[in-house]
């Protein structure tokens, strides 16, 4: 059943909408509190306060291995490789993608945040071999 699989899918297209948010909103109180001006980051973002700059990061980083993640959902779900260790794995991926997130805009610990992620990129990694085992 590939439902299975929509529902961690949905989970993390939700997530990169939370984290637009989030960086947004920090932009917004970066201009409010007068930390930057907007002529001060029309070519480069790097004027931005910290706290906006790493929401920057972490919204670009959802557009790394979560494009992976969507593709491989595309293919277990064409291939019929949507069984409950698949599910298993999209939820911890999109798990890890979260606490990443929350490490990332808030502590920024990044030996924590390097495990998390080598965590993330591990069940992304196993998705991979569920679907390459269903197709051999």
Known sequence: MTLKLIYPTLAMIFWIFVVGVVLAFRRKMAFASGAVRPDEVTVSTERYPVPARLASANFTNQF????????????????????????????LYVTTRIVHTLIHIGPNTLPLRGAVYGIGVLALFCMWLGVLVSVL
């Open 64 to 91: 790394e291995t979560p494009v992976v993640f969507f593709a491989i959902v595309m293919i277990a779900m064409e291939t019929g490789a949507t069984g409950y260790v698949m599910a298993i794995l999209a939820w």
